[in-house]
T-cell receptor
Framework: GAVVSQHPSWVICKSGTSVKIECRSL??????MFWYRQFPKQSLMLMAT?????????EQGVEKDKFLINHASLTLSTLTVTSAHPEDSSFYIC????????????FGPGTRLTVT | EDKVVQSPLSLVVHEGDTVTLNCSYE??????LLWYKQEKKAPTFLFML????IEKKSGRLSSILDKKELFSILNITATQTGDSAIYLC????????????FGKGTRLHILP
């Protein structure tokens, strides 16, 4: 089946530093990848939609300059949290879709970010 | 604004009980309704429902969609401790990017 990986699984960083999270589709090419954030006991909130080779589409209220998304290839998207603050601490999950109109999204295992 | 509302938010039952989880939605451009199970990490897919009145079944889990009432239920019969998880309902939208909007989830805990 379709597998999506994320790296790292968890990361602790100091306030003010930047952190990059990778999302890879391992056995399929993902035309679209989605980035979600999940706070404790909350649901998944879509942050942005990333199409290969084009700029990401950010949801309302998500700062594009703070959460930089790059989808440079059909198997890799990266999310960089710039100048991280403690309130950015969260569980970040990506999902990938194989074809433009495919319904199924495959989720990565998530990355837990803690900013101290 | 598109929204997905789940109830109850939290549920504790004994092993062997049957539970029903509810999901209602108000969205524009509905395409499908999805159910996921989330344990410690990312959600795992359970069901996708597109048509009204057709029950989908997988073992002890079943789900049905009512597109007239904008509602879906997820049933779990003969619950086991391994069913303890957060169950997420989501709606797949029919728009340019086919976004998924998630509900807040129902936290289910099964007591042995």
């Amino acid at each position: 089946g379709a597998v999506v990986s994320q790296h790292p699984s968890w990361v602790i960083c100091k306030s003010g530093t930047s952190v990059k999270i990778e999302c890879r589709s391992l056995d399929f090419q993902a035309t679209t990848m989605f980035w979600y954030r999940q706070f404790p006991k909350q649901s998944l909130m879509l942050m942005a939609t990333s199409n290969e080779g084009s700029k990401a589409t950010y949801e309302q209220g998500v700062e594009k300059d703070k959460f930089l998304i790059n989808h440079a290839s059909l198997t890799l998207s990266t999310l960089t949290v710039t100048s991280a603050h403690p309130e950015d601490s969260s569980f970040y999950i990506c999902s990938a879709r194989e074809a433009p109109r495919a319904r199924e999204q495959y989720f990565g295992p998530g990355t837990r970010l803690t900013v101290t | 604004e598109d929204k997905v509302v789940q109830s109850p938010l939290s549920l504790v039952v004994h092993e062997g009980d049957t539970v029903t989880l509810n999901c209602s939605y108000e969205v524009t451009n509905f395409r499908s309704l999805l159910w996921y199970k989330q344990e410690k990490k990312a959600p795992t897919f359970l069901f996708m429902l597109t048509s009204s009145g057709i029950e989908k079944k997988s073992g002890r889990l079943s789900s049905i969609l009512d597109k007239k009432e904008l509602f879906s239920i997820l049933n779990i019969t003969a619950t086991q401790t391994g069913d303890s998880a957060i169950y997420l309902c989501a709606v797949l939208l029919m728009n340019r990017d086919d976004k998924i909007i998630f509900g807040k989830g129902t936290r289910l805990h099964i007591l042995p």
